[in-house]
C-alpha cells in the first residue's frame, strides 16, 4: 500500500541521506523497496542478510548504484561511525536511505555525529487519512476497520481477521522475546510482560508507576526503565499533561497509549481514544518531520481532576483543544470553558457515531472519521 509520506522522502533524498525509523513491521522495508523503483540503479542491503553483511563491511556495492538502501543497519557494530565514512566519500550522485526501529532513534546520543548530513522520518501505523486518500475508502469504514485490526498493515489488510488476531499474539510475543532481551535481562521479561498487560488495561488513563510496582513488587525506578524501553521500541508512547513549565509537565503522571489499537484492553471507548491518540500522534511527527515544526500531543487536567483528552500546542501556545466521545452527548463543560479561557485555540468534539456536525458556540462537534480523514495543519 502506497504511503503519504512516499513523495516527501523521495524529495529529501535528492538533498541529502535520509533516515527512516519507526516501529516493527510498520512498513518500513516495504516502503524503502517501493521507493527505491523509482531510481535506475538502486541497491538494498539488509544486516539480517549473511551475504548483505558482507558486502556492507567490504563496501562492494556497485560504484554505479545511485540509491544505497541499508536495511537494520543500527545493528551493525560502530555503525554510526562507519555510516559516517560512507556518506563524506560517496559517490558523485549517490543518495543513501537508512532504515530501522529501536535504537535507531537514539544515534544522535552517542558516537560520530551526523549532524546536518540527514533528514529524519518516521512511519508509524496506517491512519485514515491515509486509507481515503490511497485506498479510496469511505471515512467511516476505514476507521472501523482500524478499530477492529489497528494500523500495522499485515493485520489492517489481511482478508481473514482471525489471521489479524494470530499476528498480533506473534507480533507481541516476538517484541518481548527478541527487542525487548536485547535492551534488558531475561530474568526480567517475565516482569515486562506482566507490566504491558497492566498498560493495556490502562489506556486513556493516568498511570501512577508507584502504584504499579507495589502490584508487580518491583521498584518504581525499574518500571520507569521499562517503560522507556517500550517508548524506545515504539510499542507505547507516552502523552504528558499540558503545562507552560516543560519541567513541571514531565513530572505529572502521563497517559499511555499503543501504537497498535489493537493491544487495548479495555471497551470500544478506550480502543477509540487509543486510535485518535495514535493518528494524531502520527500527523503531529509528520508536520515535524517535514516542516521542521515544534509541535507537541498532551492532555490537561485540573486540580478538580477535570479532564481534556488532548492538547495540540506548538512552542507552548495552545493551538487546539480535542475531547474523543463514542456517542454524541453534550459538550462536555470543561472542554467549553477552556474554550472560553483560550480563545485562540480550536476547540474540537471528535464523536464516533454523529448523524450530523454543528457548531455549539466555540465548540466544533465533529464527526470522527470525516475530521481524521483530513485532520488539520494548524497554521
Not at 537508512?98 to 549532524?115: I, M, N
Not at 517475565?190 to 513488587?217: K, P, Y
Request: net charge positive.
Amino acid at each position: 500500500m502506497k504511503r503519504l509520506i512516499e513523495p516527501l522522502i523521495q524529495r529529501d533524498l535528492l538533498k541529502k541521506m535520509v533516515f527512516l525509523s519507526g516501529p516493527r513491521q510498520a512498513g518500513k522495508t516495504t516502503l524503502a523497496q517501493t521507493i527505491a523503483k523509482q531510481w535506475r540503479r538502486p541497491q538494498i542491503l539488509n544486516w539480517d542478510v549473511l551475504s548483505d553483511q558482507r558486502i556492507i563491511r567490504n563496501q562492494s556495492w556497485p560504484a554505479d548504484a545511485d540509491l544505497l538502501v541499508f536495511d537494520e543497519l543500527h545493528k551493525m557494530v560502530d555503525w554510526r561511525s562507519w555510516l559516517k565514512g560512507v556518506v563524506d566519500s560517496r559517490s558523485r550522485g549517490q543518495t543513501i536511505m537508512v532504515t530501522g526501529s529501536a535504537r535507531l532513534d537514539s544515534f544522535r546520543q552517542a558516537g560520530e555525529s551526523l549532524a546536518g548530513r540527514y533528514f529524519a522520518w518516521h512511519l508509524y501505523p496506517i491512519t485514515v487519512q491515509e486509507l481515503v486518500t490511497v485506498q479510496g475508502q469511505d471515512p467511516d469504514l476505514a476507521l472501523s476497520l482500524l478499530l477492529e485490526r489497528g494500523g500495522f498493515p499485515e493485520p489492517l489488510l489481511t482478508d481473514e481477521g482471525r489471521d489479524a488476531l494470530r499476528w498480533r499474539q506473534l507480533y507481541l510475543d516476538g517484541l518481548i522475546r527478541e527487542d525487548i532481551v536485547e535492551f534488558s535481562r531475561i530474568a526480567e521479561v517475565r516482569a515486562m510482560r506482566l507490566f504491558v498487560d497492566m498498560l493495556r488495561e490502562r489506556v486513556g488513563s493516568t498511570i501512577s508507576l508507584a502504584s504499579m510496582a507495589r502490584d508487580l513488587q518491583v521498584s518504581s525506578v525499574t518500571l520507569n526503565r521499562y517503560l522507556g524501553i517500550l517508548e524506545s521500541l515504539h510499542i507505547v508512547f507516552l502523552v504528558r499533561p499540558y503545562h507552560r513549565n516543560i519541567a513541571r509537565a514531565i513530572l505529572k503522571e502521563p497517559k499511555v497509549y499503543f501504537f497498535d489499537t489493537g493491544l487495548v484492553l479495555g471497551d470500544e471507548g478506550a480502543r477509540f481514544e487509543n486510535a485518535c491518540a495514535v493518528m494524531l500522534f502520527t500527523h503531529i511527527q509528520l508536520l515535524q518531520d517535514s516542516e521542521g515544526r515544534v509541535l507537541s500531543l498532551n492532555y490537561i487536567r485540573d486540580k478538580d481532576r477535570r479532564e481534556i483528552d488532548f492538547a495540540i500546542s506548538e512552542s507552548q501556545q495552545l493551538l487546539e483543544l480535542i475531547e474523543c466521545k463514542w456517542a454524541n452527548v453534550g459538550t462536555p463543560s470543561y472542554l467549553a470553558a477552556l474554550s472560553n479561557r483560550f480563545p485562540q485555540a480550536r476547540a474540537t468534539l471528535l464523536v464516533r457515531h454523529l448523524r450530523q456536525r454543528e457548531q455549539r458556540e466555540r465548540v466544533s462537534v465533529e464527526p470522527a472519521a470525516a475530521w481524521l480523514a483530513e485532520p488539520p495543519t494548524w497554521r
